[in-house]
Nanobody, 121 residues
Framework: QVQLVESGGGLVQAGGSLRLSCAAS????????MGWYRQAPGKEREFVAA????????EYADYARGRFTISRDNAKNTLYLQMNSLKPEDTAVYYC??????????????WGQGTQVTVSS
């Protein structure tokens, strides 16, 4: 089993930056595709970004492309999401996910508990 724990969320002003981390435990995720999702109040969970096992492929939602960067450090078993130029509409709970496949457009076999990101205007 894989356990995922997100961290790095918080309150930030519009235009600011945050870096989310997702630490994996239980087994190595170095051969797993991983990704980030978010869920805003009253809305369904939506895809943010995904990355292949070796970081050779990354995919972003349209709203994230150019502002967010997904990356990973397999030696640390950790996934990251660098978020710049944050907007109030980015306010949501951000979730980390992993897939046992090396490449997955929408990883979702394992999920973290989420970390709250709040962007004030």
């Amino acid at each position: 089993q894989v356990q995922l724990v997100e961290s790095g969320g918080g309150l930030v002003q519009a235009g600011g930056s945050l870096r989310l981390s997702c630490a994996a435990s239980g087994r190595t995720v170095s051969t797993y595709a991983m990704g980030w999702y978010r869920q805003a109040p009253g809305k369904e969970r939506e895809f943010v970004a995904a990355i292949s096992w070796n970081a050779g492929y990354a995919e972003y939602a349209d709203y994230a492309r150019g502002r967010f960067t997904i990356s990973r450090d397999n030696a640390k078993n950790t996934l990251y999401l660098q978020m710049n130029s944050l907007k109030p509409e980015d306010t949501a709970v951000y979730y980390c996910a992993a897939s046992s496949a090396r490449i997955a457009n929408r990883p979702g076999d394992y999920w973290g508990q989420g970390t709250q990101v709040t962007v004030s205007s």
